[in-house]
């Protein structure tokens, strides 16, 4: 076998060795990005559920401070029943007076505070039945992974172990340059020569269609052992058996 015809057998199980591992590789990238957006949310979900919890206990440090201060009240008020003089009965107004103020103050933060709690609440509802849509999405993506993975994975690696038999019958350096084309070609590594117009001797690059010099494709129908790449796309430049035929080399000078 010739070297052209070992790259085209190493091409066509190449090309469907990564065919089948992009479908598998989609189904990864799906899961991957369902599995990062749900990320997203679980640590939005735990960052507002500190920040109830973080309410809750100013809220409650509020209320302690509110009981405290009615238990106060209640002293003072029993204290001015029986206060000694006018003094003591005065200093006693006052701080009534002060502990009435404060108290409406932390009424009002509590206020506040609540109305806070409870949107944030209705934040967290809402963030957790995003969360629990997304993990529905991630789930599907998982199965879906799952399902593509045993459809494929035993042909898989048929394929991989043909495409290494195939591939180890050719010479390294032409093994790299083959392997560099599938890369940068997404598995298109070798392009057949097409015939554009047989009497005008005209021919093309079928991938990218750009015109091949007729000499190029004598060369081709010569020699079957070097790399001719197409000097647009660069893909590994090859002449279907049946079109072979019908090229005619031009007569030899005398
Ligand atoms: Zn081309």
New binding site residues.
Partial sequence: MSLIQQLVTLHRVDNQFRALEGRLETARATLASQERQLDVLTKQTEGMRLQERQLKTTIHALEVEVSASLVRVEKLRNELNTSANEKAYKSILLELKHLEENKKKIDDQTIGEMQRLEELQKRIVEQLAKGAERQRFCDIAKSELKERRSEVGARLEELRSERDRAASTIPDAARKIFNATADSTDGEAM?AVSEVNRRQREYA?S????EMPFEAVLRLTSDQNTIFQ??????I?YLEDALRDTIVPAPAKK
């Fill in positions: 392009a690059c991938a990218c269609n750009i197409c000097r647009a796309c660069g893909r430049l």
